[in-house]
DNA sequence: AAATAAATGCAATTTAAGTGCATTATTGTC
DNA sequence: GACAATAATGCACTTAAATTGCATTTATTT
């Protein structure tokens, strides 16, 4: 069990009622989600708030946001690989098309690609489109 | 000089003026394009129909939508690569993020990536943010 | 406990995307 | 070429996500 509190200070995120409660609820997610994803698992609370706490972990390297396609920002957890850190954002990310969800494949890098000349990268982005296991059924 | 009514007429798309102008126009930029770009490219046109034309050029398949992460839709044409056809929209995409200028690596093709048993891929999204050479000045 | 700084809640704005519908233009048929 | 059928266009409007301003509340520092 994570000490969620601890988590957040070491990231320099004042650990705040919301805060501690969207980060449990990002923990226990699968698939990356939509603001409105999470402003749904939340009985009471503004979406305002739910947006800028979400940006704030954003900043502070606790969470990374998803562009899959769909138009909606999703967002995941990062989540440390063990034994490495910093180039974990280079996973590559997977859309299902049926069921629209959206997934980390964490262990999945994207392979490096050189460029032309004069062209320097910063960051990467591979998302696949198509049909998850579940959706699958293979 | 290609024969860009006939280029349409391929396509199963009715070759009026605005299309015309906008393949055209199309045809001229070295990056893609946003809607607003598109727009500011015309003197009097309608953004609707400025939308729904490079929507029916998508579905017809003469351009390309790329999501680069700026959460603006950007478009560009289908440039067949010589001598291949139909998995040329497996192309990379480059973002510069100083000039927020995006364009198409045409010759540079994703790598193959094996997934876990169930997932099907059916189409592949990959953006390189950095610095292009025009910036980069190297 | 007071002063300072940050987080929250609410309202409002911005911007891109998309739809409905009447009008206009294009195409195919006679 | 005229006419009917079909598609494209123009304009107004709607939807939805993202984002900001500001007053209020909460937390932190001294």
Same mark, same amino acid.
Do not use: W
């Given at each position: 069990?994570?000490?969620?509190?601890?988590?957040?200070?070491?990231?320099?995120?004042?650990?705040?009622?919301? !805060?501690?409660?969207? &980060? %449990?609820?990002?923990?226990?997610? *699968?698939?990356?989600?939509?603001?409105?994803? $999470?402003?749904? =698992?939340?009985?009471?609370?503004? !979406?305002?708030?739910? &947006? %800028?706490?979400?940006?704030?972990? *954003?900043?502070?390297?606790?969470?990374?946001? $998803?562009?899959? =396609?769909?138009?909606?920002?999703?967002?995941?957890?990062?989540?440390?690989?063990?034994?490495?850190?910093?180039?974990?954002?280079?996973?590559?990310?997977?859309?299902?098309?049926?069921?629209?969800?959206?997934?980390?494949?964490?262990?999945?890098?994207?392979?490096?690609?050189?460029?032309?000349?004069?062209?320097?990268?910063?960051?990467?982005?591979?998302?696949?489109?198509?049909?998850?296991?579940?959706?699958?059924?293979?």
């Amino acid at each position: 069990m994570v000490n969620v509190e601890q988590v957040l200070k070491d990231h320099q995120i004042r650990p705040t009622a919301i !805060r501690l409660l969207m &980060y %449990r609820f990002l923990t226990e997610s *699968e698939v990356a989600l939509t603001l409105n994803d $999470i402003e749904s =698992g939340f009985d009471q609370s503004e !979406r305002t708030t739910l &947006y %800028r706490t979400i940006k704030t972990f *954003e900043k502070k390297g606790l969470v990374h946001q $998803i562009d899959d =396609g769909t138009g909606v920002a999703k967002y995941a957890l990062d989540r440390p690989v063990a034994g490495k850190q910093a180039e974990q954002d280079l996973h590559l990310h997977f859309h299902c098309t049926s069921c629209n969800e959206t997934l980390c494949l964490t262990d999945h890098k994207i392979p490096h690609i050189s460029l032309p000349k004069g062209f320097v990268t910063e960051d990467m982005n591979l998302v696949i489109k198509g049909v998850c296991e579940k959706c699958s059924g293979q």
